[in-house]
């Protein structure tokens, strides 16, 4: 069954301050990128709003500057574009496997960089539309009482699934954001928490304008399960940047997406740090990563599958990166 999209006004600031004016002066308007996720949602009647920030005319989001000194990646930069820089690729391996491995090569020419770190986090009681929501009495994250995947409990275990943000943890990002208040510089993972209904911290009006990356070149990967080799969200998706002196593990940060609420920074790995990758180590990542990982029944593939992988594939990378 089509159903059209709710009726709503477009706003075309061209700079950011205009488009944080704008929301600022629209209570809950909502800012539009490439749509490869807002306008789905809108179909189904999940996010609606009276007014859409379109921000393809804000130029300064489309900045896309890469030298070993670092980075600074707008906001408002393709997915498909970043994959295609040679500089993202030679510095910054893991950023370039995770873009090519966004949903198919439609998307990612309009996807953008700040839309993938802020996507919507998915459960399969939400995704769904509006008359499908309804004959279920909907769920905690729109509009009913009750978490399907955690009946008993009072929070909304939908899963954060976006590719970008653990390859960006991984490799040590900073983001930039600009509100009513002005701009501000914040670590990457600041900017969730581990709530399925509010996972993203930034206050009313509050964009992402720029990701800034620290020198390069790193030695980092990322890998993704899903249940078809293309277009899928991930099922668990790792990213992993390490540091060798004299063949001994010197430094070492995992980041995970797809089986939390938030992408997941893991915790426990310098604990790590001195000792030769090896089959042991990679033995103890897998146990340390299958330990901090809360998948729930939020898709179709059973929790403990999704737990195994990401050990699993977290375990590879650190084996296969060390060589």
């Known amino acids: ?30 800012y539009l990128a490439g749509g490869t996720d807002l306008i789905v949602n809108l179909r189904r009647g999940l996010g609606a709003s009276g007014s859409l920030i379109d921000l393809s005319g804000v130029g300064d989001l489309d900045v896309l500057r890469c030298v070993a000194e670092g980075a ?122 581990d709530d ?21 070149p790193m030695r980092c990967a990322y890998a993704k399960v899903r249940v078809r080799g293309a277009f899928d969200f991930p099922l668990a998706g790792v ?17 995970l997406t797809g089986t939390n609420s938030r992408p997941l920074l893991v915790e426990g790995t310098a604990a790590l740090v001195g000792r030769e990758v090896g089959e042991a180590l990679s033995v103890e990542l897998d146990k340390i990563v299958q330990k901090q990982v809360r998948p729930m029944r939020t898709t179709l593939t059973q929790s403990n599958y999704r737990r195994i992988v990401a050990g699993a594939l977290a375990a590879r990378l650190l084996v296969s990166l060390a060589a």
């Open 1 to 30: 069954m089509i159903v059209p999209l709710p009726r709503f006004r477009v706003l075309q600031p061209t700079s950011v301050e205009a488009a944080v004016a704008a929301c600022t002066a629209n209570p809950g308007a909502r």
């Open 72 to 193: 600074r990646i707008g906001a408002g930069v393709r997915i498909a574009r970043l994959a295609a820089e040679p500089g993202i690729g030679r510095l910054y391996p893991a950023l370039r496997a995770a873009a090519l491995t966004v949903a198919a090569p439609g998307h990612r020419n309009l996807a953008t960089v700040g839309g993938n770190l802020c996507l919507d986090t998915r459960c399969i009681y939400y995704n769904q539309s509006a008359w499908w929501r309804e004959s279920n009495n909907f769920c905690l994250k729109a509009g009913g009482t009750t978490c399907h995947v955690a009946p008993e409990g009072e929070r909304c275990h939908a899963a954060f699934s976006g590719d970008i943000a653990p390859a960006l943890l991984a490799i040590g990002a900073e983001v930039e954001i600009a509100g009513p208040a002005g701009r501000r510089l914040s670590a990457l993972a600041h900017l969730y928490r």
């Open 196 to 216: 399925g209904r509010a996972h993203l911290t930034l206050a009313a009006g509050e964009l992402v304008t720029a990701v800034v990356l620290p020198p390069g």
């Open 239 to 255: 990213a992993l940047a390490l540091d060798l002196a004299d063949g001994r593990l010197s430094g070492l940060r995992v980041a």
